[in-house]
């Protein structure tokens, strides 16, 4: 009879232990964040980006989707591009009313939002490594290139959705995301070599082109894998999702002293990151969308957490936060008051 209790004993131990965490459990509750609707998509959704009454989303195989969200319980899809594009949509970036799409191995491809309705294919761009990541920087296109560090297109003085490229940078690793502050300091992800720092400001030029030999300003290791990272526009402070390492939070102030002042373990994939008034949104794949309050940059605090699928992409404006399922499609959350 001992044997037996000591055996179920055991059972108990070991599948409480095996058992993941839900991610309601947490917080005590959602902090207020509710999902007010989602939107299915043909493709599996990856990034998100907003302007206004409109999200535009990367879904995998499936193009561009443009959303109305006009009214966030009642959005809907305008359109969708994907005749011409070619690749796998991961990551995207707007300049006016044109969409710049990383296709990974494919390169960038380039769609005319002018009319939401009907979305255009305009041009494909190709090359030999793999584009991660898209950012406008004024009148140039940054692309995050992997292995191949960064790329500069120069977007001015060609028609719009066409890109003339004017140089390249190598970073300590695999170039993964990108976040640009208002004094122009880029932050960039480098995987598994943890994050770089490079002041646009004095980036040499040489007739228009961007000179290969400008390195990096600063760097540091950060543990798991840097994947993307977000800082406010006026701070020097880097919130950055590390894989299974969750966020990670970095000052960058001195850049001959840059150093982690905090984190937040969010067992879960931090996989994309976002910031507004004071709060953090991360992604977290499987443990949906996570809130954490940043009023002290050094101890990130969880407030809200909303169970999506397989949450990846984010974008977030006053109202709401925008997600990109890869299962659900385009989830939009209300942001409470507070």
Known sequence: MFK?????????????????VDPESLTPGTGGYSIVARVPTPGSAQDVEVMDTLA??????????????????????????????????????????????AAG?????????ARPDTAAFVAHYGGASSTTDVEVFGTWLLEA??????R?????????????ARGSILGPGYAR????????????????MGLAIYDLRDIGRVEGFYDARKRYDAWIDLPGYAVDVAVPENQKIAYVACGTAGVQVVDF??????????????????????????????TTELRGLQILSVENPA????????????????????RYVYVADQDEGLVIVAIPQY
């Open 253 to 282: 102030s001195d850049t001959a002293n840059v150093r982690v002042i905090g984190s937040y373990a969010t067992r879960g994939y931090a996989k994309e990151i976002a910031y507004k008034n004071r709060r953090v949104y991360v």
């Open 299 to 318: 101890a990130p605090t969880l407030v809200g957490v909303v169970g999506t699928s397989y949450a990846l992409g984010l974008a977030v404006d006053q």
């Open 177 to 192: 995301g990108m976040a640009i502050t208002a004094d122009s300091m880029l932050a960039l992800t480098c995987g598994e």
């Open 152 to 164: 500069f297109d120069a977007l001015a003085g060609v028609d719009p959705g066409y890109v003339d």
């Open 145 to 150: 290139k992997g292995e191949a560090g960064l």
């Open 105 to 113: 191995g494919f390169g960038i491809n380039t769609i005319n939002v």
């Open 56 to 101: 535009f989303v990367a879904q995998g195989e499936g193009g561009l989707a443009v959303v109305s969200v006009a009214d966030g319980a009642r959005a809907r899809i305008l359109s969708i591009c994907i005749d011409g594009v070619r690749g796998y949509s991961y990551k995207l970036a707007r300049r006016d009313s044109i969409i710049y799409i």
């Open 4 to 20: 037996d209790l000591s055996f179920i004993f055991c059972c108990v131990i070991m599948f409480s232990c095996a058992k993941p």
